[in-house]
C-alpha cells in the first residue's frame, strides 16, 4: 500500500509546511510554485504577495514580540521568486 504525500502547504497561523514542518515556503513547495507558474512570473508574484500579507497578519497577531522580521518574511516569501530578465531573439542577456 503506497501512502500518499501530504502537499507542501502552509500550516495557519503558523506558517510552518504541512509535509516537512520547515517555515513555509519550504525548498519543496518553491520548486512546485516555480513549476507551476512557470509562465507566469508576475501571477507567483501576486500570489505569494497575498501569502506574506496573511502571514504578517498571522505571526504578528500569535506573539507580536517574537514575530519574524519584515526583510526577513520579505525574502522567505518573495526574495527567492523575482522576475527573471526577458532575453528578446535580438537582444543579449544582461
Known sequence: MVTPTRPHTPVRPIWLCRACARPWPCGTARLTLN???ADDRIGLCLYLSSQLHQAVADLYRLNPDR????PQLF????GWARLRPTVSADREPD
Open 67 to 70: 514575530a519574524p522580521e519584515p
Open 75 to 78: 525574502a522567505r516569501f518573495l
Open 35 to 37: 513549476r507551476e507558474y
